[in-house]
């Protein structure tokens, strides 16, 4: 009666203007044991045991950068499968712009009330969710990361897609084999803010440092906000900026397919040549009409299922976040833990006209 009573005055509070202090005050954990935020990764104090028993009846939180968004929606489905083999609950909340920082600061606040044991989070903007998913960790709920990482202290592990470092170089390679190793490129991201498509970004910068690429310039980095019509309006604008643009990487789902779109419909069709990061069933129609030879991506539903069974192994004690740390994610395998809390899923795919029949997701 008291917790009730107790948790319905919390949720008013936190209704009202700070959550964060709301939920400073409330405390939020009757049930839940306080953690020590140390360590690369906001590791536990505690110690891993690798042969604790994975705990049923878990309640973990999927937070993607946008709920709308076909890719979040197979990351999301594969947490959802995993986790109901497991025995354990999911739930799904998100904004439903990529853009709405705000918006997933509060819904990193309302799971944090809600009590769940974890969640998985895949960050729009690292900077402004640090402060609430401390406040989560410290109310005892394990923080995962997928997709888009934090800072390393203000999560317990983060799931990888693949190295970035691999991801932002061979998109510059299958690019640059495209258009000869030569002209003026430009690359359409997500939001300026996230933190997957900056680091890749960086990795391609540097990429194309090496004397290889002496012929190619980066003339533009544009922002689609992983919106359909600003990434296709940022595809025309960047055609109508530079006419000698020879190739377009987007490392965006949502921005590869609309710059594809734009490419299709235009006199720039299988001219300038478009790369990145898509899914198979979105790019199909473009790798069969000539407009887009060459992409990579991982299999998303692989990721979240990965972070489901990352987030049941943290909260039932198996792993910690620590590097050197091995767990068991059912069929997927084993999987160690590296530097700053890092778990890798694996190397992405390549598709092209030749395997892109083999994949549907
Ligand atoms: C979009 C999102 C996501 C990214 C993929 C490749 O769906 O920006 O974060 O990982 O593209």
Do not use: H
Request: proline letters at 3%.
């Amino acid at each position: 009666m008291r917790k009730t009573t107790l948790r319905r005055s919390c949720a008013a509070l936190a209704t009202a203007t700070s959550l964060a202090l709301a939920l400073t005050a409330c405390g939020g954990g009757t049930t839940k044991k306080d953690v020590a935020n140390e360590g690369g990764s906001a590791a536990t104090a505690g110690k891993a045991d690798p042969n604790a028993e994975l705990k049923k009846g878990l309640t973990v939180g999927f937070l993607p950068k946008q709920v709308n968004n076909p890719y979040f929606t197979s990351a999301d489905k594969g947490g959802e499968k995993a986790l109901t083999e497991l025995g354990s609950k999911y739930k799904e909340v998100g904004p439903s712009s990529a853009t709405d920082t705000a918006g997933q600061v509060s819904y990193v606040n309302t799971l944090t009330q809600q009590q769940v044991d974890a969640m998985a989070v895949s960050a729009q903007d690292p900077g402004a969710l640090c402060t609430a998913l401390k406040q989560a960790m410290k109310n005892g709920i394990k923080v995962v990361t997928y997709d888009s990482d934090t800072t390393a202290d203000c999560r317990n592990a983060f799931v990888s897609q693949a190295s970035a470092e691999d991801l932002g170089r061979t998109e510059v390679q299958l690019l640059a084999k495209q258009i000869d190793y030569k002209g003026e490129i430009a690359i359409l991201s997500a939001a300026q803010t996230a933190t997957n498509q900056n680091t890749w970004i960086d990795f391609m910068k540097d990429e194309l440092k090496k004397p290889e690429y002496k012929n190619m310039k980066l003339v533009k980095v544009a922002y689609g906000n992983d919106d359909a019509q600003q990434s296709f309006q940022q595809t025309q604008g960047l055609l109508q900026e530079y006419p000698n643009l020879k190739g377009i990487i987007s490392p965006t789902t949502v921005g590869i397919k609309a710059a594809a779109q734009y490419l299709s419909g235009s006199k720039y069709k299988g001219k300038v040549k478009l790369t990145g990061l898509g899914t198979p069933n979105d790019m199909r129609k473009y790798v069969k009409n000539g407009t887009v030879e060459a992409f990579e991506l991982w299999d998303p539903a692989k990721l979240g299922e990965l972070a489901a069974r990352t987030a049941v192994a943290l909260a039932s004690g198996q792993i910690t976040g620590k590097e050197g740390e091995t767990f068991k994610a059912g069929s997927m395998g084993e999987y160690t833990i590296g530097k700053d809390g890092v778990i890798s899923l694996g190397k992405p795919t390549v598709f092209d006209a030749k395997n892109i029949d083999q994949f549907n997701f």
